[in-house]
């Protein structure tokens, strides 16, 4: 069964020729490992170890659960922490090594959204808000909206993606074309 990451969501979104050419083509990205990535892998484990007790209560979190692996039938992935909270309802909440500068990226939120779709599909519960601390900014925490939009339009990326993987469909390219100048695939791709 093809299982699809917060990772491929995101690609995806980004244009989704991106799915088309690394997973049916199997064309490798070669992208060096970046410092960042790198070091937020680390940080996740060092967060792990050290925040095992440390409750958020300031934002009504009555119990947590750290680096939980998650499925649903076509999504996958590791959350960092998922919140209980005081109205009953679960949050996710991801560090990112990373500043933060008065703005969410869009990849982010994507991620907290695909989090919450899988929050939602395993504990049958309501997932209204998500968290992200961003570890090199003292680790500010910062509150994202849920709404059930954000959510539909995961899971339509995540059939979408099915359906290029499985029946080998060369979607159409990103209608921003700015993009284009950033793809590993540029030179391949043909508009």
């Known amino acids: 069964m093809l299982s699809i990451t917060p990772s491929h969501i995101i690609e995806y979104l980004f244009c989704p020729r991106f799915t088309y050419f690394e997973y049916v083509l199997r064309i490798p990205q070669y992208e060096e490992k970046y410092f960042k990535v790198t070091q937020g892998r680390e940080l996740h484990e060092k967060k792990a170890r050290e925040n095992m007790a440390y409750l958020r209560k300031r934002i009504g979190a009555t119990s947590k659960q750290g680096n939980q692996?998650?499925?649903?039938d076509l999504l996958r992935g590791e959350v960092d922490e998922i919140l209980t909270l005081s109205d009953g309802s679960m949050a996710p909440l991801d560090f990112k090594f990373a500043k933060f500068n008065d703005k969410i990226y869009d990849t982010y939120k994507t991620q907290i959204y695909c989090y919450a779709w899988l929050i939602e599909s395993n504990y049958h519960l309501p997932v209204k808000k998500g968290y992200l601390v961003y570890t090199r900014s003292k680790n500010k925490l910062v509150e994202i909206k849920i709404e059930e939009t954000h959510i539909s339009r995961i899971e339509k990326a995540a059939f979408s993606i099915?359906?290029?993987?499985?029946?080998?469909?060369?979607?159409?390219?990103?209608?921003y074309k700015k993009r284009c100048l950033s793809c590993t695939y540029r030179n391949i791709c043909i508009q």
């Open 162 to 175: 099915r359906d290029i993987i499985t029946q080998n469909k060369y979607p159409k390219a990103t209608k």
């Open 69 to 72: 692996y998650l499925t649903n």
